[in-house]
């Protein structure tokens, strides 16, 4: 348990800190930057009890809104995000995840690829719909949900690849 | 009561969610209003401190494109120079004039900058210490930035022109035909200016420059050419696209304006709608 503990405090301060000082510096073809801090939630040992890691992922999306100046719309998406995790288990590992006592990044890549594109698709559209925040701008919006969550998903595998093949031996 | 608590505790997941999610969306909304001060921002004392930290960093990658650009500067500067130089009388200087100038001029570096979103803002490294107040202009070598918006002791916020919520004066160069100056939301390289008479003189590849009614920025600073100019409502007035000469996705070195003058023309300006 308290291995757990300190396992998820150092993911929350790493991927916090390469979010702000690596990935959001990246300004592919000018505007992709990654986003990897959702990893965090999405690693997050799963449980019966909802609230810690909802309080957990607002506190972790507020801390990015102040550097980027985008008011709650990360703290929306990750709450969201945190809301909606057991479903997208549910989907992925069958009706029967909680009782398996499974933990994510042990489980095999293809469906950890499919969790993920879920809760990216979650997370995004929900992020990006609030910080354009115009109904007249919807294809713009599109546009950067797919083009920056396509990003994330390839940045992400290739993180949970590094990580994974390090959890087995 | 019994029924109460019962409804609490088999929904407190969703009541958590719907808590937590109004707090995230009022400070989105705040942050998308532009008269509101917001709770959310980047100048606080801790993150200020790390995003310029992150700033030193990448500043080493690019030290030959800031010396560069510093270069062409000063020499464009020169060339001014010069010009003034030549029509001055005997061996006067230009320095002796500073009081009459209505302007002070502080030089920043931007150690945070958007483009993507619909209401972008930049982050500079100066402050209230520095004598940065709201609604000072920002420019940089090739053109207007934005305007100031809130600052602590040591860092700024700039409302950046790619935000929906501005709106600034500005003007065709060689004629006194006026318009106001706004961002669309899509190209970090297209403005747009609006409210041109349907009789004034346009051209591809005219100059578009700040204008004499602003109160941020002195008149005749560069901003963009004249990319298309469309008539709209009913052909009565102009609808022009401005290709800006600045370019917003990569700004470091850049120079907020002081008016001294901007209280006092306010003033005045307000006069005729008190009475």
Request: aromatic share 10%.
């Amino acid at each position: 348990m308290n291995k757990d503990l300190l396992t998820n405090i150092v993911r929350f301060i790493s991927l916090l800190f390469f979010q702000i000082f690596l990935f959001d510096q990246i300004n592919f073809l000018g505007f992709i930057n990654p986003m990897v801090y959702l990893l965090f939630i999405i690693l997050y040992p799963i449980e019966n009890k909802r609230w810690d890691i909802m309080l957990i992922s607002f506190l972790l999306g507020i801390i990015l809104d102040t550097f980027q100046d985008t008011g709650g719309a990360h703290a929306a998406a990750c709450v969201t995000l945190a809301f909606t995790r057991p479903i997208w288990l549910r989907l992925v590992y069958g009706e029967s995840y909680k009782m398996k006592n499974i933990k994510v990044l042990k489980t095999s890549m293809d469906r950890l690829l499919l969790l993920l594109l879920f809760c990216i698709i979650v997370h995004h559209v929900i992020f990006f719909s609030l910080v354009i925040f115009n109904g007249s701008q919807i294809l713009y919006t599109l546009k950067l949900t797919l083009s920056i969550g396509a990003a994330t998903l390839v940045v992400n595998c290739i993180i949970l690849a590094l990580f994974k093949s390090r959890v087995k031996s | 009561m019994q029924q109460i608590f019962n409804f609490l505790i088999k929904y407190r997941n969703l009541l958590l969610y719907l808590f937590l999610m109004v707090i995230a969306v009022t400070f989105t909304i705040q942050s998308h209003d532009y008269h509101r001060s917001t709770t959310i921002h980047s100048t606080g004392k801790i993150t200020g401190g790390i995003l310029s930290t992150r700033n030193g960093v990448y500043d080493y990658f690019d030290l030959i494109n800031h010396n560069k650009k510093l270069s062409e500067e000063n020499a464009s500067l020169r060339m001014r120079l010069l010009e003034i130089g030549d029509t001055l009388l005997g061996k006067e200087t230009t320095l002796t004039f500073t009081d009459s100038i209505p302007y002070n001029i502080f030089p920043a570096r931007v150690i945070k900058n958007d483009f993507y979103k619909s209401d972008n803002y930049i982050t500079i490294d100066i402050g209230a210490n520095q004598g940065i107040q709201p609604d000072m202009g920002v420019i940089s070598t090739s053109g207007i930035v934005g305007v100031t918006d809130r600052s602590n002791e040591k860092f700024s916020r700039v409302i950046s022109i790619l935000n929906s919520q501005i709106s600034l004066n500005a003007q065709i160069k060689g004629t006194s035909t006026i318009g106001s100056l706004k961002w669309d939301g899509y190209d970090p390289y297209v403005m747009s200016l609006e409210d041109v008479p349907r009789l004034a003189q346009v051209k591809k590849g005219d100059t578009i420059i700040t204008g004499k009614q602003s109160t941020l920025f002195p008149s005749d600073i560069l901003i963009g050419e004249v990319q298309d100019a469309q008539l709209v409502e009913n052909g009565s007035r102009y609808k022009i696209t401005v290709r800006l000469f600045n370019d917003m996705t990569d700004l470091d070195h850049i120079y907020v304006i002081k008016n001294r003058d901007q209280k006092a023309i306010q003033e005045i300006d307000t006069l005729g709608t008190n009475e």
